[in-house]
């Protein structure tokens, strides 16, 4: 098979020469529609609060402002927000922009030592959080020498917060003085080098690296989706987006395909967003479909699964749902088939995409309303794509073999990390570290993960990162961090465990020994990092940990070792 380019359609021009901000908020498209007057750009769910076109344009403006003002923010300084879903939190983004800044989102779950090391990976130079994260926070900048006067709260309820200064009132004082900066105007090319954000992604091995995306890269990807849906072509008669829609936005903005696709294409499609600030509640998102009469929904799988399998789902009508796609992990016909029971009126398909391509590579054609294939879909325009056997020569159409793409929303590589960049940046590829197989019409059908991260609830975890946490307990000598498959969550990390010897031989005299040891250590993780995390597969114990003669961790080996002991019957009392 050679390499196979997108049978989608043609490219259209990608300005080189605008920042995100500029992009969404100041320029017109070809491919763009005219948003219709009136229509708000954000609704908050559980309010119903919302944010029009110049209210948002003046906010941003009036939040730059303040930044420069109260804390100097300049060109590629780092502004790193660690909050939930906030109606200001795209406000931030755009503003940051607006300075030259870059922008880095961190999990509000994360605990005061991940958040330190996002901060001091990114030597982040103010942090924007919520009020329910500020006591985290406050820890964290504390660690990264940060002062904790250059931490910002987003305003609840107009709530004011004793010494910390809040976004509205940044704002708000913005919009009081004159100005203080002058936006800058990028060079032609300049938006394929200019860094836009550093979002977190464990690549294809190792600890979370900081992935630099250029603002040409979401550019260039939702003008791949607008050319892939025939956006604002009239004579296209099964128009995916662009009528009188609205989209959910229960994804985290922090995370790429909820600030890419969910939101940024929304914008630029002229659809409203409904945008869930709490904590995802599956019966309250029940309601805010029905409540806001949202027609499109952008998922994941265990949304997907609780979509297919909650008694509560049969009690709504959703007849005015026309459009749902889900990333992140492929989902089985199964699901795809309770779907189009659930959702009759619906376009219904996968999507596929990472961090390193900000984001999607491949979504369904336009020729299916409903894909039961079991494929991510076909590649957007614009993008090249070839699967590679082990051995480096190409692979034949429905062979199996590694995912190589080349996408104009590529990234820049891994900040920092030269060695990481080698590894799956390579001449303008993307080593995506995926398994996958592609057929003739430029299908992809993912497979397997290649490279070592696992993917729980649609979110990377780095086996590398556990084990690191792992070997701080005080019985462990060695371990290695496989997957374990999870209807809901798609991976579950287990440990496998080589104890101390005075620890081993404490088990073998008390048979209660090995199970507090195991809870111990699963205790220790869940105490050191976000929930996600934890060690919900178990803990198991072994003599010794396979590696090869470089001392390479033969992590497929324990893997088939996990899958071995879970296909076993359990013992019968």
């Not at 105007?185 to 992604?201: M, Y």
């Not at 309770?338 to 900000?358: C, D, H, K, M, V």
Request: hydrophobic letters at 40%; one cysteine or more; a neutral charge.
């Amino acid at each position: 098979m050679a390499e196979l380019v997108s049978p989608a359609g043609v490219l259209p021009l990608i300005p080189d020469d605008l920042t995100l901000a500029q992009f969404i908020l100041d320029s017109q498209h070809p491919s763009r529609p005219v948003r219709k007057h009136g229509i708000p750009w954000i609704i908050e769910d559980h309010t119903g609060k919302t944010l029009e076109y110049e209210e948002i344009r003046a906010r941003v403006f009036g939040l730059a402002n303040g930044l420069k003002n109260e804390f100097n923010i300049k060109e590629d300084d780092v502004v790193l927000i660690f909050s939930p879903n906030h109606v200001d939190y795209l406000v931030a983004v755009w503003a940051a922009h607006r300075l030259g800044a870059i922008m880095s989102g961190a999990n509000p779950s994360f605990t005061p030592e991940e958040l330190t090391y996002q901060i001091q990976a990114t030597k982040a130079s103010i942090v924007i959080t919520h009020p329910d994260s500020l006591s985290v926070t406050l820890s964290a900048v504390q660690t990264a020498k940060l002062p904790a006067e250059r931490v910002i709260l987003f305003s609840v309820d107009g709530a004011s917060y004793g010494k910390q200064i809040t976004v509205q009132a940044l704002i708000d004082r913005g919009l009081a003085s004159g100005d203080t900066f002058q936006e800058r105007k990028l060079r032609s090319g300049e938006g394929k080098i200019k860094v836009a954000f550093l979002s977190f992604s464990s690549g294809t091995t190792g600890m979370p690296k900081a992935v630099a995306i250029p603002h040409y890269a979401p550019i260039a990807n939702v003008i791949q989706l607008a050319a892939h849906h025939r956006l604002n072509d009239p004579q296209w008669e099964d128009q995916r987006f662009g009528r009188d829609d609205i989209c959910c936005a229960v994804l985290p903005l922090y995370h790429i395909y909820g600030l890419v696709f969910n939101t940024h294409f929304s914008f630029f499609s002229g659809i409203p967003i409904v945008l869930t600030v709490a904590k995802f509640n599956f019966l309250d998102f029940l309601k805010s479909i029905v409540r806001h009469r949202i027609t499109h929904l952008m998922l994941v799988p265990p949304q997907v699964v609780l979509l297919c399998k909650h008694p509560a789902v049969k009690e709504y009508d959703f007849s005015h749902v026309r459009y749902l796609t889900s990333g992140a992990a492929p989902l089985s016909r199964e699901l795809m088939e309770r779907l189009i029971e659930i959702f009759p009126n619906a376009s219904i398909g996968q999507s596929y995409g990472t961090t390193e391509s900000s984001t999607v590579i491949t979504t369904w054609s336009l020729d299916k309303r409903c894909d039961l294939s079991g494929s991510a879909g076909q590649l957007l325009p614009g993008i090249t794509a070839r699967v590679e056997k082990p051995d480096g020569t190409l692979a034949h159409f429905d062979e199996p073999g590694e995912l190589v793409a080349k996408t104009p929303s590529l990234a820049l590589g891994y900040a920092g990390n030269s060695k990481a960049t080698r590894e799956t940046f390579v001449n303008g590829w993307l080593r995506t570290g995926d398994e996958v197989r592609m057929n003739r019409r430029g299908e992809i059908f993912v497979l397997d993960r290649l490279k070592e991260m696992l993917k729980v609830r649609g979110f990377q975890v780095a086996p590398a990162e556990l084990e690191g946490c792992i070997l701080d307990h005080p019985d462990v000598v060695d371990t290695c961090v496989v997957g374990v498959q999870d209807d809901y969550s798609g991976e579950l990390p287990l440990a496998f465990v080589v104890l101390r010897h005075d620890a081993a031989k404490h088990v073998r005299n008390d048979p209660t020994a090995a199970h507090e040891i195991k809870q111990s250590i699963m205790k220790h993780v869940a105490d050191n990092k976000v929930a996600y995390k934890k060690l919900a597969g178990g803990v198991e114990f072994i003599d010794v940990v396979p590696k090869n003669p470089s001392g390479k961790l033969l992590r497929r080996v324990l893997r088939d070792k996990a899958r071995e002991m879970r296909s076993r019957p359990a013992a019968k009392l």
